[in-house]
């Protein structure tokens, strides 16, 4: 299967020594903030590298709701915002073509991880530049990005208009905490006072301080749910703070605390809000996960642009 066509042509090329990469970012703005992209590039080329078991164990967890009529060998596949290629390699195998596109320098990174996969392309290009036609693909994919960018309406419908009519959606937006206790909503709100001026750092005292959050922070939260689970607590423990991180490795609690400390732009929706935005994109038959990462969903484009749509949770 061939790689959808171009329908533009490329603004620039981006090369390294191993790597050429088609550019469709402007020198114009765009519905994007370039420290949030900036930052994200740093962390991507930090965190270039991970273990397919790594891989494979958080993919499972994004993908529990995507079965073989979602997604196949016959899906043409883009990633939006792929980062590092994480999930364009987890998806690699299950899809007949995968357009990995990504707005920052990350491009490389995600080239080195994807180089063995033959029917992955890499692209850079915005969520408003997105060098596809529309109803293109089969199945396309957005996880951790949309409440990144600063009109995530607008990211969301321009993400919807290249999926074919009938296709599917996998989303993951970050969640208002609506399901969590007033403590943990008052911890993360402290959280979040460090997070605002720590994402304003210059990339190596963030990279730094974020590790140093991850060590005198995560390890010692997640060893405490962990204790609590292995003592019997499996239902006390999902409510404690970063019990998502229970058997998971350290390199994965240092790049998802420079995620959550480091990245300037960060919005948070309510379930309604989100299923409200997939809705008023074009998706229908709207399904969310009962699992963590919160909130992630699958849709389908309605046949009828005009179809309103509903969504439920399992």
């Known amino acids: 299967m061939n ?29 994007f903030d370039p420290h949030t992209i900036d930052s994200f590039s740093h962390e991507w080329m930090k965190f270039s590298a991970f273990r397919e078991i790594e891989i494979q164990q958080i993919g499972n967890e994004y993908f529990d709701l995507v079965d073989n009529e979602m997604l196949n060998n016959q899906s043409r596949v883009l990633d939006l915002g ?5 999930w364009s390699r987890y998806i690699a195998d299950r899809a007949g073509t995968v357009d990995a596109v990504d707005p920052g320098n990350s491009v490389f990174a995600a080239a080195a991880m994807l180089v063995d996969k033959k029917n992955v392309r890499i692209t850079q ?26 009109d995530t309406q607008k990211a969301l419908n321009d993400l919807i208009q290249k999926l074919k009519p009938g296709g599917y959606a ?3 937006f970050y969640y208002n905490l609506e399901n969590r206790s007033v403590a943990y909503k008052l911890m993360f ?5 460090f997070r605002k001026p720590i994402s304003r750092m210059p990339a190596f005292l963030k990279k730094w301080i974020c590790d140093f959050i991850a060590i005198i922070v995560y390890l010692p939260l997640v060893f405490i749910a962990g204790m609590v689970k292995t003592l019997g607590g499996k239902i006390l423990y999902h409510k404690l703070p970063l019990a998502y991180y229970v058997g998971k490795s350290f390199h994965i609690m240092r790049n998802d605390a420079l995620d959550r400390f480091g990245t300037p732009l960060e919005k948070r929706f309510s379930k309604n ?3 409200s935005m997939c809705q008023n994109a074009g998706l229908e038959e709207i399904k969310f996960s009962d699992n963590a990462p919160y909130w992630h969903l ?9 179809s309103i749509g509903s969504f439920e949770t399992t």
């Not at 790597?19 to 020198?27: G, K, L, N, P």
């Not at 290009?125 to 949309?146: K, R, W, Y």
């Open 82 to 86: 792929c980062g590092s290629g994480r």
């Open 3 to 31: 790689h959808p066509e171009y329908h533009k042509a490329p603004v620039r090329y981006l090369e390294n020594n191993s790597y050429r990469v088609a550019s469709f970012i402007t020198d114009g703005s765009g519905n």
């Open 170 to 172: 996998l989303l993951y």
């Open 298 to 306: 699958v849709g389908r484009k309605s046949q009828d642009s005009y």
């Open 189 to 193: 709100r402290i959280s979040n006072m």
């Open 273 to 275: 809000e989100i299923a």
């Open 125 to 150: 290009a915005s969520s408003d530049s997105i060098p596809f036609a529309n109803n293109t693909f089969e199945f396309v994919m957005c996880l951790g990005v949309l409440h990144h960018i600063p």
